[in-house]
């Protein structure tokens, strides 16, 4: 007497799954733009830890080829673009410190220059400016690497970031910049 007839039955069944169809469908959809916005997040962040490891290995070969010329051998900027000299033929035998400064820039640029395998740097320049501190006759320097390159989405520079003037000036670019002191024991 009170049973409901099975045809209603059926059509609120079909009811209840398409909205559970809705439902999953825009967790679905959350869950897939969380994970390209964690993609994004995590190649940013590759990005930002090649650059850090480069700047440290620039601060630790010029603090390994600490002579008094460190401002003329180092105060260069390159770019991703910059042309290698194949001509580095400092892997054996004694070098001096010019040789040493041209094989570290050689690999300076192999290494910003291997988007193509990494994924890493996009269109990177990398500055160095050591400024040699005044009354100290040459054996104290204060270094400066700036290491910057084009990330994927815009953001706006703050801080003192700004006014750095290496590499494009443009809404996508990325600096790191490690300041560092070294003393010339020779």
Not at 10 to 21: M, Q, W
Not at 135 to 142: H, L, R, S
Not at 154 to 175: F, H, I, P, V
Request: glycine share 6%.
């Amino acid at each position: 007497m009170g049973s409901a007839h099975p045809s209603s039955l059926r059509g609120f069944t079909l009811i209840e799954v398409l909205i559970a169809f809705v439902i999953l469908s825009f967790g679905l959809l959350g869950a897939v733009a969380l994970q390209a916005t964690a993609k994004k997040a995590s190649f940013d962040s590759m990005q930002r830890a090649a650059a850090v490891a480069l700047g440290n290995d620039i601060i630790q070969r010029i603090r390994a080829n600490d002579v008094p010329q460190i401002g003329a051998l180092y105060k260069k900027d390159f770019t991703s673009k910059t042309a290698l000299n194949s001509n580095s033929q400092c892997f054996t035998g004694a070098c001096s410190a010019a040789q040493i400064a041209a094989l570290d820039f050689e690999q300076w640029k192999r290494a910003i220059q291997a988007r193509e395998n990494t994924g890493t740097l996009d269109d990177a320049t990398v500055c160095i400016d050591p400024q040699m501190m005044a009354n100290t006759k040459g054996k104290q320097f204060n270094i400066e690497v700036i290491i910057s390159w084009q990330g994927r989405q815009e953001m706006t520079a703050t801080g003192s970031t700004q006014g750095k003037k290496c590499g494009a000036n443009d809404k996508k670019r990325r600096l790191v910049v490690i300041n560092s002191f070294i003393y010339i024991r020779s």
